[in-house]
């Protein structure tokens, strides 16, 4: 087989790395590069959890933690909007759990070897093109170090801080535009709040149990959803993307980055089975996974519309009717998501 470089210092890359070798390649380079883009961090849904289950030998109780319910909160008062299960229930309906865990726990439970990292510019990149047959790009890299954030009209921030309450709950906090998601992995919790660039968060519109990651948000990544956000080709010559490398997630929606995990997997399957014509299988890898990154890219661009731009009354109208299906028909609100979790690509590209 022929040699291959890896470019990205994210949790894509390490499940590249194993993918490729489960699929017999073995001269592989890793390229970690330190000048990236913020992208933000979320539990693991089922079609993610099973790809690490494939490819990494600890149990998933060594390293995470497995969520008991999916809640909606009102911000300020706390009140219980929504509520669905998760744990076993989850587990049973899609055949993988749910995770939650740090990324740097993700990491050390993968045990993929890592060089040393450092910034990544277009001549390096050429001389590691020129050094491999393939380039797998697995992020995405900023021009230059000294890149200006553009303001956009979306800001989100990650924080992390010791484990609070609820432990056992991944909770959506919802305050007007703004949105905070919390979660817990087996030592932190972790919040992303998400809110339009000119409103900034006031911890006098959040319940107390969030006081603390509102006053500890560091400097804020900007997002624009009028920006692309997909590329047009996943393959340029030389280069194959995948994972933050071909798409741009948006922060309402954070479950979509282990969409990467999937095109791990998919693209090591490809190359496999056409180690003769590397653009074939390429462009076989394009084909099913643009349109799985297509199908999110509208989903979550329905639920950004939904959750950041409705009106006062509008945003009430969901909320009630988010309630109301959540209590009385949980079936209907699972199977609207059914599509994403249940993804099987292991079964459908082994």
């Known amino acids: 087989m022929y040699s291959l470089a890896i470019v990205g210092n994210d949790c894509t890359a390490d499940i590249t790395t194993l993918a490729c070798k489960a699929a017999g390649f073995s001269d592989i380079s890793r390229y970690c590069p330190t ?34 319910r999916a809640q909606i909160r009102l911000g300020r008062s706390g009140y219980l909007v929504s509520e669905l299960p998760l744990g076993e229930f989850y587990r049973s309906r899609y055949g993988a759990p749910m995770l939650n865990c740090s990324e740097q726990e993700l990491r050390k439970a993968l045990a993929v070897p890592l060089p040393k990292a450092e910034p990544i510019d277009a001549q390096t990149l050429n001389q590691i093109e020129t050094a491999h047959q393939l380039t797998l790009v697995t992020s995405r890299l900023k021009q230059r170090l ?49 809110t339009p660039t000119d409103q900034p968060f006031a911890t006098q519109h959040w319940h107390p149990v969030l006081h603390d990651a509102i006053n500890n948000c560091g400097a804020p990544t900007f997002f624009d959803p009028a920006l692309p956000r997909i590329r047009e080709y996943y393959y340029d010559g030389s280069r194959v993307f995948l994972g933050a490398g071909c798409y741009q997630t948006h922060p309402v929606t954070p479950d979509n ?58 945003r ?35």
């Open 35 to 68: 000048n990236l883009y913020s992208q933000p961090f979320a539990p693991i849904p089922a079609n993610a959890s099973r790809l690490i289950s494939a490819l990494c030998s600890v149990p998933f109780e060594e390293f995470a933690r497995e969520p008991q």
């Open 146 to 194: 000294t890149d200006p954030k553009e303001p956009g009209p979306v800001s989100w921030f990650s924080v992390t801080t010791p484990l609070c309450e609820p432990i056992k709950a991944n909770v959506t906090w919802l305050n007007g535009n703004q949105r905070i998601f919390q979660w817990s992995s087996l030592e932190q919790t972790h919040f992303l709040l998400v």
């Open 257 to 314: 980055i282990w969409l990467g995990l999937e095109d791990a997997w998919v693209l090591a399957r490809m190359l496999e089975n056409y180690e003769e014509d590397v653009a074939d299988g390429v462009r076989e890898y394009q084909r099913y996974r643009q349109a799985r990154a297509r199908r999110a890219d509208r989903e979550a661009a329905r639920t950004f519309t939904g959750l950041m731009t409705a009106g006062r009354g509008r």
């Open 316 to 350: 009430l109208l969901n909320n009630v009717g988010t309630a109301l299906s959540s209590r009385f028909l949980p079936e209907i609100v699972m199977h609207r998501q059914d599509w994403f979790h249940q993804h099987d690509c292991i079964r459908g590209f082994r």
